[in-house]
């Protein structure tokens, strides 16, 4: 509650995407210096409130205390709480959720990730033809490595002013099921990058600098199904007192949905403890 990360950060519309719609507004939304830095807005957030956070910490355990509080086990370290809201991909989720909710345990043990790779590449902005758009996608049967392109310098003024001789783009590779692209060597992805690039667009420049970034078991794949399945985990984590669930494996990958699921973790949890305050729960 009153924890403000966005009051910190400025947020940015894309430059290209509204055009591309025809509507005049942008369909995508960022934050000056890359969605990166929102992490630590909000950590520097939850601390001025009084928060504390352990990282390097994996959870091991969750333990029920009483009738609702919990303990979270932490290596040596156990903390005392009175509410749990359990945001780890569901892998994680599913292994703390074993004991005290089997049935949730076996549905998000169920849930499948998919694991991608981020190719950046910068060009000097004279050796580049002209694109147009923010990016493409990149449908299976076309039998291209990269899923997809994001001309960031296109698509964010921010990009484009820090570095208004370069052009940066992405391109993305790693579809559900296609474990092994992301192993491949760095040069082997710029150049299969490379190749797909020049094959949709015509671009021919070398790049003058390239990066990789590997986000093994980063989206979660929501099957036909997938809004049952969370339905009967969600019920049958409302058998638990303080405990809720929220994070990219239920309501949409998305940074918007991954926040609304914390923020209707944190109104059930306020909504139950409310019911259950003082008095409410004595029986003699
Ligand atoms: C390459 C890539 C690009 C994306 N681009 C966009 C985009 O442009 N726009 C957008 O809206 N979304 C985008 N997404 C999706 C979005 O970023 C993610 O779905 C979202 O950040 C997931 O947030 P989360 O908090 O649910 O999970 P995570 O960010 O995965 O956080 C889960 C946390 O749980 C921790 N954890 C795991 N196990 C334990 C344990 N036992 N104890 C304690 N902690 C544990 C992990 O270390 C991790 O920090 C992108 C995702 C990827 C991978």
């Known amino acids: 509650e009153g924890v403000d990360a966005g009051a910190q950060l400025a947020a940015v519309p894309a430059d290209a995407a509204g055009a591309a719609t025809g509507l005049g507004g942008s369909v995508f939304a960022g934050v000056e210096g890359g969605v990166g830095t929102l992490p630590g807005a909000v950590a ?3 601390r001025a409130a009084g928060g504390e956070i352990l990282l390097n910490a994996p959870v091991t355990a969750l333990r029920r205390t009483g009738a609702t509080g919990w303990q979270v086990v932490s290596g040596d370290r156990v903390l005392t709480a009175d509410a749990v809201v359990l945001a780890t991909p569901a892998g994680p989720a599913a292994a703390l959720l074993a004991e005290h909710a089997p049935a949730a345990a076996c549905e998000l043990g169920a849930i499948e990730y998919a694991s991608m790779a981020l190719v950046t590449l910068a060009f000097r902005r004279s050796e580049m033809p002209d694109l147009t758009g923010s990016g493409f996608l990149v449908p299976p049967v076309d039998g291209h490595t990269i899923k997809a392109s994001t001309f960031s310098s296109r698509k964010w003024r921010w990009v484009a002013d820090a570095a208004p001789d370069l052009f940066v783009l992405r391109t993305s590779v790693g579809r559900h099921g296609e474990e092994e692209q992301i192993h491949r ?6 150049a299969a990058s490379l190749k797909d690039l020049a094959a949709a667009t015509g671009l021919g ?9 590997r986000w093994p078991g980063g989206l979660p794949q929501y099957p036909i199904g997938h809004l049952a399945r969370v339905a009967r985990i969600r019920e049958a984590v409302a058998g638990l007192p303080g405990l809720r669930i929220a994070g990219a494996a239920y309501d949409g990958v998305g940074v918007p949905a991954c926040v609304a699921s914390a923020h209707r973790a944190a109104d059930e949890i306020i909504a139950t403890s409310e019911t259950a305050a003082p ?4 029986s003699s």
């Open 44 to 46: 520097d957030a939850v």
């Open 185 to 190: 060597e760095d040069a082997d992805l710029v």
């Open 205 to 213: 420049a070398r790049p003058v600098a390239t990066t990789v970034t």
């Open 279 to 282: 008095g409410a729960g004595h």
